[in-house]
């Protein structure tokens, strides 16, 4: 920042977002009620925001039946005055005369599972069914198609062959990639967790098996 220009008199471009209300208190409601509600929850604290009179100009963020907050300018010292209140967040999106600082680029590696499917392969067995295995593989890498190189790697290890009793040849090979999935562990530390961790998930839509009323 430049230092001739008092802390007072410098402007700060920043988004204002309203925190979005604890379902709790609409629960005495239908449905289609809660969304109403929350809609002139939302409106509320934006008039509340705005009466406060800490900023000039603005541009309103999400859409005229449920405003999500706003985006305007300050001065500084206005940041301590927001900071006080406890239904929106505050983010500086920049300062006015900031220098910019590089940020050190750091590569960072997570955990990830990566589902595939494997074909079990037998010498010359031509039968109508085949078994196959969905296999779940948990690998250390940068992003998923990073997940994915380092076991195209080793994949033709997979798939090397053995005899079986019938003393056929048999190998388990790799047929396709299924899907990725970030664990969010960066440690192995992290997954000793003793709630468990979640390695996998994928969401589907099937017959109803259950009712729910919302009660507890």
Known sequence: MDKKTPVKNTFADISINLIYPDYQQFLQFKPKERVGKIDEYCKANLVKLISLKLFDDFTTQGTKR????????????VLNELSKLDFIKVRIDSIDNATKIAREIVSTTSFFCVRMTVAIEIENLKTKKQDFEQRFVMIKAESFEDAYAKIEINKADYATPYLNSDGRLVRWRIERFDDCFDIGAIEPADLNNADGIEVYSKLKTRKRKSFWDGKY
């Open 66 to 77: 449920r405003p999500t907050g706003i985006k305007t300018k300050v001065i500084l010292p």
